[in-house]
């Protein structure tokens, strides 16, 4: 690999020049500039980033921690904050949070000995688990999805109690009036609010909910599978499901498949964060669809402004998501 000293030989320059030619810290003549530059990309010579951090005191690096990126939804949120960042000309650190209070802990401490300007955290474990998070201050933080207790951050999120009340409103409004919901672990902020969604929508219409009509498990399609498999086990089975996550739902859709249910003529079924195989699934699955783009450009654009010294007060923004009506729900014939 080359060096910086072999770039200011073969350019019959000093050191000092090649470094403002990299840094732009001092006028260099046009002339020396080109020649330093050819030499540059004739030898593929790649400046160091955190020489140049030490200088400049930023590295045009955002670091992201998420919960767990194999989960589609988060994996799509992903793309359009590294899309986002990278279009206002940063690189990006992916940090899988997922594993406990300890692997957080030792991502953020790696985070910013990579001397990151600022993080994206889109929190979503348990509130336990998130204390040390308000140890990690020394840069720039947008929070997405949801804000810690403590932490003064910006925040950007998609009201997860309002999109669960406008999925089970849906399912109200086909006629359906056993709704039975399936949900993620109750310890998880994401489950929790979205439950509340479904409940202050069947208490505004007036709908009971018996015990053993909220079935809890893993974020998973197994944990749909096998939550749908308990809830249509029971004497009296719901006409419509309400699901807090798509995985779950399609797991769902399977054990209903499984045991002969028409979809939706005997069973309506929807989802929440609209995934990208939501539309492929049989039947295709109506869901509700969070903002995943407008999100993270918004969480992008706040991040760089407190990067670049904006000292106005604490954003907090939430955008509105969209029911995206598919094959999987429908009246009651």
Excluded at 12 to 18: F, K, N, P
Aim: with cysteine; proline share 6%; aromatic share 4%.
């Amino acid at each position: 690999m080359a060096t910086m000293k072999q770039v200011a030989q073969r350019a019959g320059v000093s050191i000092s020049t090649v470094s403002h030619v990299i840094n732009n810290t001092r006028v260099v003549s046009s002339d020396v500039r080109a020649r330093v530059q050819r030499v540059i990309d004739e030898l593929r010579y790649i400046p160091s980033a955190v020489a140049r951090s030490l200088k400049n005191d930023k590295t045009d690096t955002i670091g992201v921690l998420v919960p767990n990126n194999s989960n589609p939804y988060f994996a799509e949120l992903i793309r359009w904050i590294e899309d986002a960042a990278f279009q206002r000309g940063y690189n990006m650190i992916l940090c899988n949070a997922h594993g406990g209070a300890d692997k957080q802990t030792a991502y953020l401490r790696l985070l910013m000995e990579k001397r990151i300007d600022g993080l994206v955290l889109v929190a979503s474990g348990a509130d336990d688990e998130q204390e040390l998070m308000l140890r990690h201050e020394a840069v720039p933080i947008v929070q997405l999805e949801r804000a810690l207790p403590g932490l003064e951050a910006d925040v950007v999120y998609a009201g997860q109690e309002e999109g669960a009340w406008q999925a089970t409103r849906h399912l109200i409004g086909l006629g359906r009036r056993a709704i039975a919901c399936v949900s993620g672990p109750p310890d998880l902020p994401r489950a929790r609010e979205r439950v509340a969604g479904y409940l202050r929508a069947m208490a505004e219409a007036g709908l009971e909910v018996p015990p053993g009509r909220v079935v809890h498990d893993a974020f998973t399609s197994a944990g749909g599978h096998a939550a749908f498999s308990r809830l249509l086990d029971q004497p009296h089975p719901p006409s419509a499901v309400f699901v807090t996550s798509d995985l779950m739902a399609l797991g769902g859709l399977c054990a209903a498949g499984r045991l002969g249910l028409r979809i939706p003529a005997e069973l309506s079924v929807i989802g929440y964060d609209d995934i990208e195989g939501a539309g492929y699934a049989s039947p295709p699955l109506t869901t509700v669809a969070p903002p995943k783009r407008d999100m993270a450009r918004l969480a992008i654009e706040l991040l760089i402004e407190r990067i670049r010294g904006n000292a106005r007060p604490l954003h907090r923004e939430a955008l509105g998501s969209t029911l995206v009506v598919r094959a999987s729900t429908g009246p009651v014939h």
